[in-house]
């Protein structure tokens, strides 16, 4: 190598250096408590996280003004994670170690979950989930260190499965993005379904890969087999491309489509979202009846000038069930509050819950219901008579959990 | 299969196979006249369908002639932003070896691509199709979307207007000269210059018309650019590097292969344009309709 190229170099590797160090030594300050939020800030996922952030922030701003916690304020670190697991990981660890992050708070996809999990337990650090939902992260890929309050694949999987077997359609075809999500949500529908009906046939299940929205070379492979309903897991934006699409493929004339139906979708899709289709949400505002939900509600509207999507409320649970753990271990040291998790009680919005001590999951079920226009929200369909299907009817029980997570990689 | 089905499926593969065309011609074309593998390509093609986004809430309505008027708008604004590129970026690297057009580009691509995200945000957005397009054509009782049809009957559209452009005006044979005899073309007396800065500019209004009819199609992120970029790649190692009539029958290979092998193959139907890819690179590599490197 050239001497004058030689010198750039090594310039360049001091500038380097000496910004990092920079960086590193001025995000030590001792009266905060920062949370590092690990979220997937752009692609389809973005509509969910601009309503997690302002559930989150809004918690934060509320703990604050009454102090804090033990006089420390709280303080959110973002980082986008854009759906890609070793994006996801790198960010966890950027988030513990240079902006020497306490606490970690999930992304939307359970993908970049599964990968910030491993990293929270490399780390000791309590991380929770409140979106990304992969019953995985309760079993096989299980860590003390994390718990869960938003409803798993396998209890909306099996939740739909219990619904849709009061119908009487027997040919299902389903359809879902090709990753974790998608395979374990489909694959728990069909096995609860089995067990409920067993003269129910799975014609086909077409995979699509993650973000894609372009529908136009799955659509005709979804019905070339004449399904009487359909099962799809997308959600958000690729759920509601995926609607829009549909319909002038005629799909809805041919069978009803059930699949995540929150309030941002909802939104998204506005009038093209079709009437009478089962669906379910994981936290729909309009249907939860507890005092403390009506409060939010207000006061989430007061302030964002629009309704609290699913998101939004569970990002807003998991605050309080980490600053209930906070109370109840009398610390804001993990190993502190790892061990009040089991069995920890906090008041969701969603009313009263648990995190079972077994699986760190806590017992958050889904909300089915019918789309339907509403006279209260002109802007988009909302679902009516909604029933609530129990996590404790349809989580994996004590003993399976067990099994699958001794059988952990 | 029935074959009612058959033809379904074929119209509907034809469909997918002439967007790609729409965008993987503009690239095919710049790289037969300026010898640059345009990276950015897909780039543009993005900042056109968030430019017919941005334009349609302005519009704001689902006529027919606010469509038309995103068709006729946006495509020439990507052209200047080509006009732009190349004068200032691509004109000082045509000499150059490949490796550092492709850093150019690349860097292209990185900027780009960070300017939508500022500008536009990371939200997916689509534009409403409008209402004479929204609904659906009846093929043997089976709905295929107006729109889909109307990119159909488009894409045949732009593959005539190009050929006619290409082999019966005095532009398109200095442009093919361009391509096959680029200094006997300069000692003519033709400003070759001026030849690449229209070729380019031609390559991304293609780019813009394809990010139009992509907007109405289906939702437009930040992702989208990167994914068609790869596929584009694909049509034109298929078709040949630098042939318009290689990327129409690449595109419409790929559109058609995608659509059937879903079917028989479900996810594995994502590998066909790639692993044709290799097989052409394989058995010929200059593509159906290229010329072997001299």
């Known amino acids: 190598m050239e001497r004058g190229k030689f010198k750039v170099l090594l310039a360049l590797v001091l500038i380097l250096f000496s910004a990092t160090l920079l960086v590193s030594s001025n995000a030590s300050a001792a009266d905060v408590i920062k949370l590092g939020f690990i979220a997937d800030v752009s692609g389809i996922g973005a509509p969910f996280y601009k309503s997690q952030k302002a559930g989150l922030d809004m918690f934060i701003e509320e703990i604050n003004a009454a102090g804090g916690i033990k006089g420390k304020k709280l303080e959110l670190v973002v980082r986008d994670s854009q759906l890609k697991p070793d994006i996801g990981a790198n960010q966890a660890r950027e988030l513990i170690l240079s902006e020497k992050c306490e606490f970690l708070i999930g992304p939307t996809s359970s993908a970049v979950a599964l990968a910030a999990t491993k990293v929270a337990k490399e780390f000791k650090k309590i991380i929770f989930f409140h979106t990304s939902n992969a019953e995985a992260l309760t079993t096989t890929a299980f860590q003390p260190y994390m718990f869960q309050v938003v409803p798993n694949t396998g209890i909306e999987g099996r939740g739909m499965a219990v619904v849709l077997s009061k119908k009487p359609f027997k040919k299902y075809s389903l359809i879902g993005p090709d990753y974790a999500y998608g395979h374990d949500q489909l694959n728990s529908f069909k096995s609860e379904m089995a067990k409920r009906r067993p003269d129910v046939v799975i014609l086909d299940t077409v995979w699509v890969k993650l973000g894609e929205s372009n529908f136009s070379t799955f659509i005709p492979t979804l019905m070339a087999k004449k399904p009487e309903a359909i099962d799809a897991a997308f959600w958000g934006g690729q759920l509601s491309a995926f609607i829009k699409q549909a319909k002038p493929y005629g799909v809805f004339k041919e069978a009803p489509v059930s699949s995540l139906f929150d309030l941002d979708m909802l939104r998204a899709t506005g009038s093209d979202m079709p009437e009478g289709l089962t669906g379910y949400a994981r936290a729909p505002f309009y249907a939860i009846d507890t005092p403390q939900m009506k409060a939010f509600v207000k006061k989430y509207y007061e302030k964002y000038k629009e309704w609290p999507a699913d998101w939004a409320i569970m990002a807003y649970d998991g605050m309080i069930a980490l600053t209930e753990a906070m109370k109840k271990a009398d610390s804001t040291e993990s190993e502190q509050m790892v061990k009040v998790l089991g069995g920890l009680k906090f008041n969701s919005l969603r009313g009263e819950r648990y995190i ?28 009516k008579d909604v029933q609530a299907v129990p996590a404790e009817e349809v989580w994996l029980s004590v003993e399976e959990v067990k099994k699958l997570q001794s059988e952990q990689k | 299969m029935t074959w009612q089905l058959f033809v379904f499926m074929l119209i509907n593969g034809l469909c997918q196979g002439m967007l790609l065309f729409i965008i993987a011609s503009g690239l095919s074309l710049v790289f037969g006249v300026l010898r640059v593998i345009n990276f950015a390509h897909g780039s543009l093609y993005m900042i056109g369908a968030f430019l017919a986004y941005s334009l349609s809430t302005v519009l704001a309505g689902e006529s027919l002639l606010g469509f038309l008027i995103l068709l006729m708008v946006v495509p020439p604004a990507i052209a200047l932003i080509g006009f732009v590129l190349e004068v200032s970026l691509f004109r000082r690297v045509y000499r150059q070896e490949h490796l550092l057009q492709l850093l150019l580009t690349y860097a292209l691509v990185l900027i780009l691509d960070d300017l939508v995200r500022v500008i536009w945000g990371g939200e997916p957005r689509s534009v409403t199709r409008p209402e004479l397009l929204a609904g659906s054509v009846d093929i043997f009782g089976m709905a295929l979307p107006s729109y889909n049809v109307f990119i159909l009957l ?94 129409l029958l690449g595109s419409l290979i790929i559109g058609t292969g995608l659509t059937f092998f879903q079917l028989p193959l479900g996810r594995w139907a994502l590998v066909f344009p790639y692993a044709l890819m290799a097989l052409v690179l394989v058995v010929r590599p200059w593509g159906f309709f290229g010329k072997p490197e001299r």
């Open chain 1, 356 to 383: 079972r001590a077994e699986d760190h999951m806590a017992n958050v079920g889904i909300y089915s219901g019918v789309t339907a226009k509403s006279p209260d929200f002109k802007e988009f369909l909302i679902m």
């Open chain 2, 154 to 247: 488009v894409g045949p559209l732009i593959a005539l207007g190009l050929w006619f452009l290409l082999y019966r005006t005095r532009t398109g044979n200095i442009i093919r000269a361009a391509v096959s005899y680029p200094d006997t073309l300069g000692a003519l007396g033709v400003n070759v210059s001026w030849v690449m800065t229209s070729t380019f500019m031609l390559g991304c209004w293609l780019a813009g018309f394809g990010g139009v009819l992509t907007a109405g199609l289906s939702n437009i992120d930040l992702g989208m650019g990167m994914q068609t970029i790869i596929e584009c790649f694909a049509v034109v190692v298929i078709g040949g590097l630098g042939s318009v009539g290689g990327a």
